[in-house]
């Protein structure tokens, strides 16, 4: 045993006064397959708080003999133990250990073992996984992930991978995030087919869920989370009824066994879907169609006078931003052709943490209306801010709310809070490349300011352009899906809120 393992046995002996969890199958019939459900405990939640949730998977597997170990985790937190799939030595002895006191005795675990996580557990299941070389028979993910990319994507996990959300998580696996993921199954669904991919990849988010469903009795995000709107029963029977179809999927169960589990795949694709379409659509807004829409609201034109225009937005990486540069072509025909560039950054959350898929801001350079004028001869409006396209942002996302969100918000959504844009000093475009828009989370909502330049064609250097740093909508929806949405302020940060 390394002396890693041994401190950290002998920490968990002082530290920890948790037993290893074990749960025997409910049904001794031979007939059925037997099969092991390893489950890892999320950080700081003692293990017996996935009893219920474990009995509650056993319950609805009936077409198994399923047996379930929860081990005890020294300090309450996996990563300890896991900090990487190269160095996850320890947890997997911690593992062993715990299952060795079961009953099982399975010795194929590419066809017989399962291993599941939630929270911080769904980051050492993933680690785990993948450190001893895909050896199991699927993973499923409560409230976390896998990575975004690579090897261990979604996309090329080399075993089946499932992740279950909440629609009310509000941290690291809220719906905004999970849409991401659900782009890696619905690519594969598309070339491997819908029941390829529900066997193999799913990806679900479930209605009225939050993240501590998944450790009944435990409110992991003790201040900064939004709250469950179903009862333990219901989360429970739902949690259930999706890992268990994943299990029934990926064992050697009856056909019965298997289309029942495939069915509940496709009803429950049906929410999910209905939560990230909208993100879908306002990540593909990020890509453009925001800086469209900038450039025809900044030069303050009339319908009529927009008609004998055309804009053309040209996507950069935002490495490239800096350089690109917007222009304007008159034509034969006497139209005006704009051409403005677009980049998003990279996400952020409103604190310090990436918790969302949304951009940061989404750039635009473009013409301003004193270029307009000058060119068509027509007369602008030369003081519509950026602002006024984020209220469009806004707009738009609202709309694609699902109507559950949208009632929700409306009851208790802080509402989003448009400011005058913000200026770079002396207008120096680098200064402004290298800012950021302001978006700011108070009692009264959140606060949104863009960063701008507007130079005149008066001006000296670079004349007649009009730059923003826009709220994304996808930034938007992550307001009035989520953080919107929580109890603020919030009196204290709780270390979990770090992780997942
Ligand atoms: C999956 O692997 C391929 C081949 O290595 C790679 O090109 C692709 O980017 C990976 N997918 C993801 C989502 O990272
Ligand atoms: C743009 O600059 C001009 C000249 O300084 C000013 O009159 C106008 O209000 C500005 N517009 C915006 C939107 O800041």
Redesign the pocket.
Known sequence: MSRVVRNLLLAAAVANADDDIILSPLSDDPSLPERLLIFLPGAGVPNEHYKATAEAIQSQATELRLHVVVPAIPLQKCIIACISPSVCAPLKHIVDGAVSKSAFKGTKPKEDTFVAGHSMGSICANHMVVGYSYEYAGLMEFGGYVDK???S?I??YSIPVLHVSGELDGGGARPGKIAFYYQ?YKSYASTAGEEKALTEKPVQILPGLDHSDFCPGFFVTAIKDIHSEVSQEVALASIGKAASAFLHLNSKVSDAAKSAGLATMKELLTFTESMVNPYLDAFALEQGPVCTEAQRTVIGVTDEDFKRMNILTKVVDFGKFEHSRSGYAKKADGTLELTCTSAAEASSGFGPLDIHQAAKSVDCKMSDATRVAEQLGIKTNDEVECSKVNEWAVKQAYNSLPAKSKKRFDAKGRPVVFKSDTHVFENIGPLFVKGSISIKETTDGLEVSSLAINNTIAGKIFPGVHYCKLLSPAMALEWMMTDGIKPFPYSAMHTSDIVV
């Open positions: 990319s690579g090897a994507s996309a090329n890696q």
